[in-house]
């Protein structure tokens, strides 16, 4: 796909969104925990929309004949793991943060099937809004797609040097190449007894919710980690967490905040055609699907 063509006039595939009773639904395996629908649904019924919006589970090998399935009434696709690169794949028109990162987690369907990363965004403002746009050091745990796009955002903040820190060396030294061919100065490390964290403003962690480190890493990870976002929400707190709130008194941000900011740039999208253009009274969609959230989280 790298030979794909940017996504330009992105209004183009704007429609009447309220005469299309469409259907979406968010992709990924696992996908039970999904607070997607929940986020979703909330918006769409302020916007005066009759769409439907459900998850499915799908894995990797099934991901291309699942697509080519989809009938007429399907408007779009959120992608979460381990379908990021697959959909970047089939992906035929790609906007730059897509395309930057290699990494797709919102599929337009129609004439033409439109792929989109708006992790890089909904990161981003998550940052911004707990307050974190300032940090210039930070540290990435974990090597798949979302670091990709993780350090993406940490480079539009100001982020200057980062350590990224993988279960596997050959990960590192490929995440430390994309690193410095975006502009961030980077260093590898291994995620195991040996490492000796240095301080950071930030740590960005990208590995999953089942993820258990070796307690002397997590707690060396955490007295010098600075605020601790996480991308993972499920089970929540991680143990990661745990460790984080125990040894120190900064910040930690869930992984749900991303999940929020990412979500309105697909809803965007899904209207519009654009992950740029604010829907209406974009505000109050927010409040109602950060409600929606609060609601679901109490299941």
Known sequence: MQGAPRLRVLTAVAIDAAAEPFRLAVWGD??????SPALHRAAYRVLGLDWEYDRRQVDAAEFDDAVAGLDPTWRGLSLTMPLKERA?????????????????????????????????????????????GSSRRAR???????ARSALVSLLRLGVADVEIVTRRAAQA?????????????????????ALRPAPVDLT???????????????????????????????????????TWTAQSDAPVISGLEMLLHQAVRQIRIFRDGSPDR??????????????????RMGD
């Open 30 to 35: 696992p996908i039970g925990h999904s607070r």
């Open 88 to 132: 970047f794949d089939r992906a035929e028109i790609l906007d730059d943060d897509a395309r930057l990162t290699g990494a797709v987690n919102t599929l337009l369907l129609g004439a033409q099937t439109r792929g989109f990363n708006t992790d890089v965004g909904g990161l981003a403002s998550a940052l911004l809004e707990a307050g974190l």
């Open 140 to 146: 990435i745990l974990g090597g798949g797609a979302t």
């Open 173 to 193: 030294d490929h995440l430390v190449g994309f690193a410095e061919r975006i502009g961030l100065r980077a260093t590898p490390a291994i995620l195991d007894g």
């Open 204 to 242: 960005v962690s990208t590995l999953p919710g089942t993820v258990a480190l070796a307690d002397a890493v997590a707690v060396a990870l955490a007295r010098q980690g600075g605020a601790l976002f996480s991308a993972a929400y499920a089970p929540w707190p991680t143990a990661l967490v745990q």
């Open 278 to 295: 604010e829907l209406p009274d974009e505000p109050g969609i927010l409040a109602v699907m950060r409600t929606a959230l609060a609601e």
